[in-house]
């Protein structure tokens, strides 16, 4: 199983040493991948019909995942990088195409690109896109992106996307993998039909409840339950022995990926991540 860390964005306030820091560290420490969330803008909540519900503000930063993962590849010589998630359908589809396609090449093929709906109307408007169509959006998105990423010429015609006899050149060194991340029956459904994996947030219990029920949904669809990746994002909370407990039984449930999450400890500078990371690491035998 591959075990990864999330990197931990809310508590290093954008400091772009941290970047080069954590990333750097991730690798030394023998983690096989880092895995960043995305928003392009943080919205003030207060005041907003409907509500926003969810949790970040216009205080929370953010890196754009490709502008840092394209950064990271040139300083590190291992490990994966993957978005969990990139917010697909409020972006350009041929753009996120070339973005991806580029970190795919210039990292050596390390992405993996999870992509999801999102929560915030806000960031939506502010890009240009309609946020009550997303779920529709996405699934015409990355049906469009892998002939992108590997047909000569594309010719297309859907209800969002329109490309005329264009390509996308140089194209990534393969198809960059696409997995979903989100909750619920809608976007276990999307996954089973469309995606190479899927990333699990909330508890374990949950995780490997839902990691079941999607297995069953991808087998009945004729596709290879093997071939299917699963990562669990886990929480903080308690000591590393619980930590490495959550991640053991993970594996025995047929887990193939897992993220470390370090942000929600109290840790506010790279270093006191890094020594967390590395505890984690020798607790693992990953060193």
Same mark, same amino acid.
């Given at each position: 199983?591959?075990?990864?860390?999330?990197?931990?964005?809310?508590? !290093?306030?954008?400091?772009?040493?941290?970047?080069?820091?954590?990333?750097?560290?991730?690798?030394? !420490?023998?983690?096989?991948?880092?895995?960043?969330?995305?928003?392009?803008?943080?919205?003030?909540?207060?005041?907003?019909? $409907?509500?926003?519900?969810?949790?970040?503000?216009?205080?929370?930063?953010?890196?754009?995942?490709?502008?840092?993962?394209?950064?990271?590849?040139?300083?590190?010589?291992?490990? &994966?990088?993957?978005?969990?998630?990139?917010?697909?359908?409020?972006?350009?589809?041929?753009?996120?195409?070339?973005?991806?396609?580029?970190?795919?090449?210039?990292?050596?093929?390390?992405?993996?690109?999870?992509?999801?709906?999102?929560?915030? $109307?806000?960031?939506?408007?502010?890009?240009?896109?309609?946020?009550?169509?997303?779920?529709?959006?996405?699934?015409?998105?990355?049906?469009?992106?892998?002939?992108?990423?590997?047909?000569?010429? *594309?010719?297309?015609?859907?209800?969002?996307?329109?490309?005329?006899?264009? =390509?996308?050149?140089? +194209?990534?060194?393969?198809?960059? $993998?696409?997995?979903?991340?989100?909750?619920?029956?809608?976007?276990?459904?999307?996954? =089973?039909?469309?995606?190479? &994996?899927?990333?699990?947030?909330?508890?374990?219990?949950?995780?490997?409840?839902?990691? +079941?029920?999607?297995?069953?949904?991808?087998?009945?669809?004729?596709?290879?339950?093997?071939?299917?990746?699963?990562?669990?994002?886990?929480?903080? &909370?308690?000591?590393?022995?619980?930590?490495? =407990?959550?991640?053991?039984?993970?594996?025995?449930?047929?887990?193939?990926?897992?993220?470390?999450?370090?942000?929600?400890?109290?840790?506010?500078?790279?270093?006191?991540?890094?020594?967390?990371?590395?505890? *984690?690491?020798?607790?693992?035998?990953?060193?």
């Amino acid at each position: 199983m591959q075990i990864g860390v999330v990197y931990p964005q809310i508590e !290093l306030r954008g400091d772009p040493d941290a970047v080069r820091r954590i990333g750097t560290a991730v690798e030394a !420490l023998g983690f096989d991948h880092l895995l960043a969330y995305d928003h392009v803008l943080g919205a003030v909540p207060t005041d907003r019909t $409907p509500a926003l519900t969810g949790p970040y503000t216009e205080r929370d930063p953010f890196h754009d995942p490709f502008v840092m993962f394209a950064y990271l590849a040139g300083i590190t010589d291992r490990i &994966g990088f993957a978005t969990g998630i990139l917010i697909l359908p409020q972006r350009q589809t041929a753009l996120v195409a070339r973005q991806a396609a580029d970190v795919e090449l210039l990292s050596g093929g390390r992405l993996r690109l999870g992509v999801g709906v999102g929560w915030n $109307p806000v960031e939506y408007e502010a890009l240009g896109e309609d946020f009550h169509t997303r779920g529709a959006r996405q699934e015409e998105q990355i049906t469009l992106l892998r002939r992108l990423f590997t047909e000569p010429v *594309v010719d297309f015609a859907g209800r969002f996307d329109r490309i005329d006899r264009a =390509a996308l050149v140089p +194209k990534p060194s393969r198809s960059v $993998p696409i997995w979903l991340g989100g909750s619920g029956e809608i976007a276990f459904d999307r996954a =089973a039909r469309l995606a190479d &994996g899927f990333i699990f947030f909330g508890g374990l219990d949950r995780a490997i409840d839902a990691w +079941k029920r999607l297995r069953d949904r991808v087998h009945s669809l004729g596709r290879s339950v093997e071939a299917f990746g699963a990562d669990y994002v886990a929480l903080p &909370g308690g000591e590393v022995g619980d930590l490495v =407990a959550q991640i053991d039984a993970w594996r025995e449930a047929g887990g193939t990926h897992v993220s470390v999450a370090t942000m929600g400890r109290g840790l506010d500078s790279p270093d006191g991540h890094i020594e967390y990371l590395a505890t *984690v690491a020798d607790a693992l035998g990953r060193r």
